[in-house]
């Protein structure tokens, strides 16, 4: 499982196009497995077909025999959790149903290749888990894939590997782990006490970043593992905790320190949309 994480307009959709046939390269050359499975930011239904007949439809399409399609779809409606509204219209599926329908069938085909554009767009926390493990079984069973997104918590989460994008340009690649582990970002974390939070040396191991009325934030090497320290340390001082905030570097860290720029926010899910 490859990751390109990028902002939008990075490259990352023109790629899985040209891995897919969907555009021709004007120079140099792609060789990709055949038979693969695209999965583009849209995707086209009959909406008023139901998710089970788009399915059926789709699957047929795409060469499954007519003999083996309903107990695919079956089950891919299933691992989607659509099962209860297989029967329903897609015009009336939210987007984060819609974009579990199009992952059924590119799943449910079985392809050497699965390029997936942007495919926790509309899913909630747990379907974005979900799909993770759904990607980890099927590369288990030999198949390939090829994630474009700029969801960097999926991004470490899901891919073996990442390539960061930025104008078209790889800037980094690696392990998740190993490139946030290269960045050497202390964690950071911020208290926000009443009165206000204490003055003076924090605990060992932790320095003061920066400090404002009511809230200090701290970082340190290890600063996750000081949390006990840090509460008695604040009680010490006469002041109340009213919350305690902790950032661990991630990969949206090392994207900003290899172009100076934040990566695009993660659209909100669609009320509905829960998987």
Known sequence: IT???GRNG???TTILRLLSGLLAPTSGRIHAASPSAVVLDRTAFQDSLSAAENLRVGLRLRGISRRDIPSAATEWLDVFGLSADADRPVGEYSLGMRRRLALAEAFAAGPE????DEPTLGLDPEGRERLADVLADAT???AAAIVATNDADFAARACRRVLLLNGGCIVARGVPADLIADLGAPTVIEIEAVPAPPDGEPP???SEVARTASVLTLSGADAA???TAIVAWVERGGASLRALRIRVPDLADVFQAHTGE?????PATEEGTAW
């Open 10 to 12: 990075s490259g990352k």
């Open 225 to 227: 593992g000081s949390v």
């Open 113 to 116: 290749l699965l390029l997936l």
């Open 204 to 206: 060992a191991g932790l």
């Open 140 to 142: 288990a069973a030999g």
């Open 3 to 5: 990751g390109l994480l």
């Open 262 to 266: 934040r990566l695009d926010p993660v």
